[in-house]
């Protein structure tokens, strides 16, 4: 089993920026791919940014993130970071942490995973953009 824990949630005003953490722990994928799912309330989990095991750069961006989020790792820790930039109002709800083990046609992709797709789930952190 692979546990995932976010934090670095909280609340920013519009044009703010947050960092949000996920540390793995239990067991290691030879290649692990982490995801950022975003949840607003009312809505379904959407996947908004992905990366995998040695990558220096993130796999996928949902085009409404695409530019002001960056998502990136430090494998020594097993944290996966996402860097959230020029937050906006729209950008609020609740993040989570996603993992499986990678399969080919997971490194090259333009379009977003579903949330069945994903094994492992943290239990989120919440962003809130609001003035």
């Known amino acids: 089993e692979v546990d995932l824990v976010e934090s670095g949630g909280g609340s920013v005003q519009p044009g703010g920026s947050l960092k949000l953490s996920c540390i793995s722990s239990?067991?290691?994928?030879?290649?692990?791919?982490t995801a950022w799912f975003r949840q607003a309330p009312g809505m379904e989990r959407t996947e908004i940014a992905a990366?995998?095991?040695?990558?220096?750069?993130?796999?996928f961006y949902a085009g409404s993130v695409k530019g002001r989020f960056t998502i990136y790792q430090d494998n020594a820790k097993r944290t996966v970071y996402l860097e959230m930039n020029s937050l906006r109002p729209e950008d609020s709800g609740m993040y989570y942490c996603?993992?499986?083990?990678?399969?080919?046609?997971?490194?090259?992709?333009?379009?977003?995973?579903?949330?069945?797709?994903?094994?492992?789930w943290g239990r989120g952190t919440q962003v809130t953009v609001s003035s």
């Open positions: 239990g067991r290691q994928y030879q290649t692990q791919c």
């Open positions: 990366t995998y095991t040695g990558s220096g750069l993130g796999i």
């Open positions: 996603a993992a499986r083990s990678c399969i080919l046609g997971d490194y090259v992709r333009s379009q977003p995973r579903a949330e069945h797709e994903y094994e492992h």
